[in-house]
């Protein structure tokens, strides 16, 4: 425990709506020079599904999010030659080998991303994994029966015999319950305010948050509490850069 204290001890208060006093590159610099390396590592995971969305927006030319574990230059670098980038990632660069492809089939990239990384996790990481993959494909099944699109094709990608899966498309013909009842919340926040993506951003996150604080109960000065930080931080942070237009885009990367 004594060997967070100093860590936990230095991150000021967050929430949604005020500007972070310490920024996450603030964070993620003082955590580097003051964490062990397997804790250290435990941080590479968590920024990972940044640095695959990330090499999307490369494809598309559009800006990065600079809280990855590659900066621009570094992730072209490392697609350029296939070097330091998770064995799943170069599978796929191989299996699809030009640009087009890789955009079409990027779904499959996301997919294996939980696929292949949650063997490696533990702990808060470990929920909070499920978490990010459980709202991103209810979001999913949401949208495909507002928008009347076969739920099976947008998850063609998905493990079918998966439990979560299974059970959004046992429930893809139900006008009721198209997602597991505990993510009601998120059902009715998502038809609330569905035409309106800032406010529907905003109550995923807030939904989120609230999630967030659930896994870190009982986890004072421990690393599952530094990871808590660090998630709810990437959050807020996020809202605060966030403009109508982004909040679009986040929202159709995100289903």
């Not at 967070?4 to 005020?18: C, K, M, N, Q, T």
């Not at 899966?165 to 997602?179: M, P, Q």
Request: aromatic share 10%; with cysteine.
């Amino acid at each position: 425990m004594g060997q967070y204290y100093y860590v936990i001890s230095a991150f000021p208060p967050i929430g949604l709506g005020a500007k972070p006093e310490m920024t996450y590159e603030m964070a993620r610099q003082m955590l580097k020079l003051n964490l062990t390396e397997p804790d250290w590592h435990q941080i590479v995971l968590f920024q990972r599904a940044t640095d695959i969305r990330n090499i999307r927006a490369l494809w598309l030319q559009a800006p990065i999010d600079p809280r990855g574990n590659f900066q621009e230059k570094e992730l072209e670098d490392a697609l350029l030659v296939q070097e330091c980038l998770p064995t799943f990632v170069v599978q796929f660069l191989d299996r699809y080998d030009n640009q087009e492809e890789r955009l079409r089939y990027f779904p499959s990239l996301m997919a294996s991303l939980y696929h292949e990384t949650l063997p490696e996790l533990k702990g808060f990481l470990l929920s909070y994994y499920r978490l990010e993959r459980e709202i991103r494909l209810s979001l999913t099944a949401l949208r495909a029966k507002v928008q009347g699109v076969d739920l099976a094709r947008e998850l063609q990608f998905e493990d079918p015999e998966d439990p979560f899966i299974a059970e959004l498309l046992a429930r893809k013909d139900d006008n009721e319950s198209v997602i597991p009842e505990e993510y009601e919340d998120l059902k009715r926040a998502f038809l609330e305010n569905r035409t309106e993506p800032r406010k529907l951003y905003r109550s995923i996150l807030q939904l989120r948050l609230s999630r967030i604080d659930d896994l870190e109960v009982g986890q004072t000065f421990s690393m599952d509490q530094v990871l808590g930080h660090l998630a709810r931080l990437f959050l807020v942070e996020s809202w605060e850069r966030l403009d109508d237009e982004k909040g679009r885009l986040v929202l159709e990367k995100i289903c």
